[in-house]
């Protein structure tokens, strides 16, 4: 499929043409019994040659499970077919991203204990020493993962090539080696990795450096998880309440939440310690239950079931929580530039997906640029340990600073134009192909024409976002078009707002990107839509003025550039809604099959594959000519 990425060819070829540092990193894949003492969602692989992320995929778009932790085996061969490798005797190191050895430490005790009730202390005593018990009776340790790997993968590593990271480690290298600065600080925050749940590094050339660390359930990432299901949504659903907040007034519960999160040392944030008596221990892991307390019940009123409608008080609570973490990292993060000196920031870890937070770290001028990781996530920290282990173990080049560098996204699995046409075969009692000369003009004439787009063409996206290779496509200027695409093409929530994709050209006349060096390629900045364009994209513009922004150029992805391209010309307009291509509680589609049968089972309109535009009865585009336009409904 063309201009969808790089052409494993070409990648094979450089790595045959000389002899190259290859890294594997991966994480996820505890399986069975152990799984549930370990940490194992968002599995995925990545690959590293000679400090060049080249391949990188997530375990989910193979096996269709949602977040799935499987052992990311399916991962793992993409990765080595993308770079013509043979076998995994042909890599140099293999790490993983977690250390169960590094689970419940002290510090957790010592950090936490001295502010709880004594009731509290021995609940979190007891609760970490008996998870420490079960980790060494269950055998769960970093040796234990090693012997996973060979087991699964048949290939024992030779002694100094198989290596164990530290999960927050993981995910700073993750931001730090793919961001454009010499140097940064870099922080990692989450709900829990291992036994912390934020922690700090300088990045250098000579690497990554501990500077500030804050142990678990002393926790941002579990606040918001509390009160995510505290408001009837499940794990993993933090961004619904993220699009929720716009919606509220945060002064409602302001109070409560400054009482909750307060600043204690070093600007680090401190969690109200009868907050942590929700905890529970769930499947061998501290997780956010929902044992609220007395005292916030008769604050915030009952839990929302997920069969109830949203309140207003629902909404006023997800936006004082969403203003409560964004004052809690901002506060501590100006303590680290004091303490540090450094003037860059990169970010990572499943917090660091909070779009609107970064939007006003980046707008706040706190440091001259923000870099967030693409794969901010778990997954993200297959791409950190491979990239560590490049940098940081075999001692590869170190990292330099790179002239308006982005990070790599495209860089799954691709399907050739064969295999697309025979998808389409298979399907075709069901589609009909057409192939338009012009294709960026038929799709931006079809999406100008109100029509719902899946797109589908080259390398897929690492991370969790969709940005112009596996994508949703519609026209902003419909106020319609959220809740038709919401209710009858997503199946989701109908307040939950779309991203929309604009012309790198024609950003800044669009969107204020202020801190963001006019771009903002990934969608992992919420900004302001300038107040004269917001009833141009009322689709792709939520209830405050925000949007989620994706900036595209010409050099990353020429055929989405030219769609968007089309568009303008046609309607004046440079932006096209852009949002995954999957329905509600499913993964992305990965192969031309996934797409056709997501196509199928909701009301998109069309389907472009490859240079192949599908419609479900008919001949989708008028065609002028047998030449120009030629069916191929028959020989697809």
Known sequence: MPRGGGAPSRIASAVRARSSMKVLGYNGGLDGYVARFGSSHDSAAALVIDGEL????EEERFNRDKHSGAFPIRAMEHCL????????EELDLVCYYHSHDRMWQPGMIRENAPRMS?????????????LRAVHRASKLDDARTARTF?????????????????????????????????????????????????TAFVGDARGLHLVDETYAPNSVGYLYQSITYFLGFETGDEYKVMGLAPYGDPARYRRFFERVVRTGAGGRFVIDPEWLGWLVVRDGLMRAG???????LRELGMPRRDDEPIEQRHMDLAAALQEALERAVMRWLATLRDRTGEKHLCLAGGVALNCTMNGKIARSGMFDGVHVAPASHDAGTAAGAALYGYHAILGGAPKMPVSERRAKVY????????????????????????????????IAEAVADGKVVGFYQGRMEWGPRALGNRSILADPRRADMKDIVNHAVKLREGF????????????????DLTGLGGESPYMLFTVPVHEHRRDRIPAVTHVDGSARVQTVRREDNPRFHEILRAFFDITGVPVIMNTSFNVKGEPIVNTPMDAIRCFLGTQIDLLVLDDLILDKRAVVVDRPSRTRDQSVAQTA
């Open 54 to 57: 080249v391949a990188a995929a």
């Open 81 to 88: 077919k993308e770079a013509g490798l043979r076998g995994f």
């Open 118 to 130: 004594p009731l509290g202390r021995a609940l979190l005593t007891g609760a970490v020493s008996g």
């Open 150 to 198: 060979v087991e699964r993968t048949g290939w024992a590593p030779p002694p100094g090539k198989y290596r164990v990271l530290w999960h927050h480690l993981a995910h700073a290298a993750s931001a730090f080696y793919e961001s454009p600065f010499e140097r940064a600080v870099c922080v990692a925050l989450d709900a829990q990795g291992e036994s912390h749940s934020s």
């Open 290 to 296: 929902s044992g609220y307390p007395s005292s916030m």
């Open 411 to 442: 860089l799954g699995p691709s399907y050739t134009t064969m295999e697309a046409r025979s998808a389409v075969r298979e399907m075709r009692h069901a589609v009909r192909a057409s192939r338009p000369g012009d294709l960026a003009r038929a």
């Open 496 to 511: 939950r707002p779309f991203a929309p994709a604009v012309l790198i050209e024609e950003a800044n006349d669009w969107f």
